[in-house]
Structures are given as C-alpha cells and as structure tokens.
C-alpha cells in the first residue's frame, strides 16, 4: 500500500509553483482539494508519494517555497 504526504499552502500560487518544480524533478505528485482533516488557508493541496519526504521537502526549501505544513496520510 502507498503511502502519501499532503502538502498545504498559504497560497495557490505557492501550490501551483510546487506541483512545477517537483513534475520537473520528476516526482509523481497530484494536486488535490485539502483534506478536511487537515486546516489551511489554501483550498489547494500536493499529494505526492511519503517515500520521496525528503527529497520533496529539500526541493522546496532550495526554492524558498513557503509551505503551511506536511502531513503523512
């Protein structure tokens, strides 16, 4: 069974920039609504696969992406 991270954003711009940056690197990611469980000023989240965490968070930080939060779903 896959497991998979959420990413929030303040913003959809942010979450549109993101899903750029990783489709470029590669990353099979999915924008997504935002889980319910989950708060966010963005109605917009990346889904994307928990095994790859660290080298999505490490792509985003070299952009100086601004994210919300990471959860593992």
Known sequence: MTRYGVILFHTSSSAIRAEKLLKKAGHSIKL???????????????????????QVKLILDTAHLEINAIHQM
């Open 32 to 54: 997504i609504p935002t889980p319910r469980e989950f708060s966010s000023d963005c109605g917009v989240a990346l889904r994307f696969d928990w095994a790859d965490y660290e």
